[in-house]
């Protein structure tokens, strides 16, 4: 009970921080995002290759126990720095949800998903003077953009062998930047202006993935991902092609004793394939990602394994879009969570916070993410 | 409490923080590192009418139909006189079913002043009876003011020092009715001529006609009864029936320039060809209309006369439709009296008209305020005149944002 309340007071702390909406997505395609369950979200994202209601490996979702549906809900608060100056920003976001199961009767499960790729989210004000008619002008410049790509997951998984489980999934990207150009003037003489445009993208990628228990208490899994291209349009013409990475993942988990699980993964993204396709769109350019994650989770009763566990973890990445040229972003973070289940299972919460820290150059960007999730399992 | 109860417990506080939080996302930002597409740049650009294509056209509005008379001593503007001429009165006055003769005891000619220069005293106005027959559209200055003479001096009106716009009359009484007496025989007409002066060059507006502020003559008369053996008091009021103004020296506009306002007014039509990359892309935050007087702007410094613009639903020349009732489309603004600086509208709103709606003509009508009815009469360059030059129509505008992609 004391650690639940710890972790209420966790959620009201003050806070500042980011999780999706962020500095560090106005360039390229944005920030991308993570298909964590809030339960792997507690963890960093740790567990994400052998959780089954996350979207990071196909294969996991054949150790749903049964029909089970997600939704993930998570508000970021957080502190942003550049030379321009600090701003205390916060958002709402509903990063995932998904839906699957086994097929009774059968080695197989099927289920789908929907999570962010890229988030895009921002609103950036500068202010600026202008000569105009010989006479000095302050204006007021806000470049806001809303949406990003989502990416719609149908997957399925095989369980091949008593300890192996191979899994595939066909990813559909999708998704829109609404973009806005406002600019204001000081001298009411001239009009404010307002100028959007709409970016749409389209494209479809492959993943495999699986999982493999290789003793008592050690598992390994593996992906593989091509996400293809993405087709860009502008205001309904199209504009061009940019390169989707590849991305290659391993991860391990170990079961150190009753009360405790480990898992850490590793994942590079070949993002510099979309480099030179950026910058033919007039972009920064992009370079190649990796991202570490270490956690564990610690059960408070080994019986039941699944009440009130603490989650921990702590993660390192590298973000492919570049502010400053020839300096790669990059972002870590540690997390804490845990979740309950009631009704014999059938359904659970999930709480984590985490703190994020990202910075590249003179940008950086602190601040705090609550997340909850509920499950479902009619 | 139970760890179930805990858990809804912590459950509702952390949903409460993550949906009741109000989103914000604005920050600072620097450039060029976080703004895509760089800054949007703003341009400025001026044009010129099409050679030839801005006219002036007079003949609008007449001066005996403006919406108010003009009257004036020595002022550099010109020398302006008011006229009136005033219902016919009857010859007798209605007892009963009965017309009766009658008997006039006073009378009473009061006028509206509409204004004045408010920084001058002791503004008088001089009231002559002149022949009705004189007072029509053809009146001239010195068809009027010959009649100007000492006998035909109805009565001055002192205009109290205090008094900015109002009423202000004269009665007369005794021996003095006589001088607005009327032929007994046959329904008699009054008309008079309007005269100031000032200590020093001044001028006034008098009420008129066409606004209902036209002068009033009043006649206390009193109807001998003998049937009944009384007397009765009776008020014959007569209204203006015409009204106009002369002027010593009339306008006479200069086909090489553009000339606004005067009598019979005049109005400009400005002609312009907006450049295809503004027209059909450019964004405009500002539009002014730049027009250079020929001379100083003369008139009454304490009234001074509106320039107006609107926009036209065609152009047919002269007689083009112009906006009459959206306010968005009608600018105006005050013309300085006794300056040659560059007079400025701000058209804005009109030129974004023209982008948004092609079939809308490229032009702006210009007329000045009250029209027909003001000291001044300013003049300004054409494109058919080298000096000065021709009126300019000065465009800032931006370009396209240039959104990143992404």
């Not at chain 1, 070949?270 to 972009?283: I, K, Q, Y």
């Not at chain 2, 006039?104 to 002559?128: H, P």
């Not at chain 2, 907006?274 to 100083?296: F, H, N």
């Not at chain 2, 002269?318 to 007079?343: E, H, L, W």
Request: with cysteine; aromatic share 8%.
């Amino acid at each position: 009970m004391r650690r639940l309340l710890l972790l209420a007071l966790l959620t009201l702390a003050p806070a500042t921080v980011a999780a999706q909406a962020s500095q560090f997505g106005v360039r390229g395609l944005g920030v991308p995002g993570r298909p964590l369950s809030t339960r792997a979200a507690g963890s960093s994202g740790a567990f994400a290759m052998f959780d089954a209601e996350s979207g990071l490996n196909p294969a996991t979702i054949g150790g749903l126990p049964a029909m089970t549906a997600t939704f993930n809900s998570s508000a970021s608060f957080r502190t942003v720095e550049n030379p321009a100056g600090s701003a205390s920003l916060r958002s709402t976001r509903f990063p995932y949800v998904s839906f699957g199961g086994p097929a009774r009767g059968t080695p197989f499960a099927v289920g789908v998903s929907y999570s962010t790729y890229t988030n895009r989210d921002f609103s950036n004000a500068t202010l600026d003077t202008l000569e105009l008619r010989d006479v000095l002008i302050p204006v007021f410049d806000t470049l806001s953009s809303r949406g990003g790509m989502s990416d719609l997951r149908i997957a399925g998984s095989f369980k091949a062998r008593e300890r192996s489980v191979i899994g595939g999934s066909f990813h559909i990207l999708t998704g829109s930047n609404r973009m806005e150009q406002h600019r204001t003037f000081t001298d009411n003489q001239y009009r404010p202006v307002e100028q959007s445009t709409e970016l749409s993208f389209a494209g479809v990628g492959v993943s495999l993935g699986a999982v493999h228990q290789l003793g008592r208490s050690l598992w390994v899994a593996a992906i593989a991902r091509s996400d293809g291209g993405a087709s860009v349009e502008r205001d309904s013409a199209p504009v061009g092609d940019i390169d989707l990475p590849y991305s290659l993942g391993l991860g391990l988990r170990w079961k150190a004793g009753a009360r405790l699980d480990l898992a850490a993964h590793g994942i590079f993204r070949t993002w510099s394939g979309a480099n030179s396709d950026l910058l033919a769109l007039g972009g920064s350019g992009s370079d190649n990602t990796v991202e570490v994650a270490f956690g564990g989770e610690f059960a408070n009763d080994p019986r039941r394994p699944n009440r009130a566990p603490i989650r921990f973890g702590v993660y390192y990445a590298t973000l492919p879009f570049l502010l400053p040229p020839g300096l790669q972003p990059e972002e870590y973070g540690a997390s804490l969570g845990s979740g309950v289940r009631f009704a014999q299972d059938r359904g659970s919460l999930d709480l984590a916070v985490g703190y994020l820290s990202r910075s590249t150059g003179d940008f950086e960007e602190r601040g705090f993410t609550l997340s909850f999730g509920v499950a479902v399992r009619p | 409490m139970s760890r179930g109860w805990g858990w809804l417990a912590a459950f509702v506080v952390l949903a409460s923080v993550t949906t009741a939080c109000q989103e914000e996302l604005t920050a600072p930002a620097v450039c060029p590192e976080l703004c895509p597409g760089g800054n949007a740049r703003v341009f400025d650009t001026v044009l010129t009418p099409l050679p030839g294509a801005d006219s002036s056209y007079t003949g609008y509005v007449p001066r005996h139909r403006a919406g108010s008379m003009l009257v004036s001593n020595g002022l550099p503007a010109g020398d302006a006189r008011a006229v009136y001429r005033f219902q016919a009165r009857r010859d007798s006055a209605p007892v009963g079913d009965s017309a009766r003769p009658y008997v006039v005891d006073s009378a009473q000619i009061s006028l509206n002043l509409i204004r004045r220069d408010t920084l001058l005293d002791g503004l008088n106005l001089y009231l002559y009876r002149i022949d009705p027959a004189t007072a029509d559209s053809e009146a001239t200055f010195a068809s009027i003011t010959s009649q100007f003479v000492p006998g035909a001096l109805i009565d001055s009106i002192h205009v109290p020092d205090t008094l900015n716009s109002g009423l202000v009359r004269t009665v007369l009484r005794g021996a003095d009715v006589a001088k607005v007496a009327l032929p007994v025989e046959g329904d008699g007409v009054l008309a008079i001529g309007v005269a100031m002066s000032a200590p020093e060059p001044s001028g006034a507006r008098l009420g008129a006609l066409l606004a209902q502020s036209g002068a009033t003559f009043i006649s206390y008369v009193t109807v001998d009864t003998p049937d009944t053996g009384t007397i009765r008091n009776q008020t014959l009021s007569a209204q203006t029936t015409f009204n106009t103004y002369v002027l010593a020296a009339p306008q006479r506009p200069d086909p090489n320039l553009l000339t606004v306002g005067g009598e019979p007014s005049s109005r400009a039509l400005l002609r312009f060809d907006v450049p295809p990359p503004i027209e059909d892309s450019g964004t405009i935050v500002r539009a002014t209309l730049e027009l250079i007087p020929a001379a100083p702007v003369i008139g009454l410094r304490t009234d001074p006369p509106l320039l107006e613009a609107r926009s036209l639903f065609a152009d047919l020349g002269a007689k083009s439709p112009v906006v009459t009732t959206d306010p968005r489309f009608i600018i105006s603004d005050t013309i300085s009296v006794g300056g040659a600086d560059t007079v400025r509208l701000d058209v804005t709103a009109i030129v974004q008209l023209w982008q948004a709606v092609d079939e809308r003509p490229e032009a702006i009508f210009l007329s000045l305020l009250p029209e027909a009815a003001s000291f001044s009469r300013p003049v300004f360059g054409s494109t058919r005149s080298a000096t000065p030059g021709p009126a300019r129509l000065r465009i800032t505008y931006l370009k396209p944002f240039s959104f990143e992609t992404p």
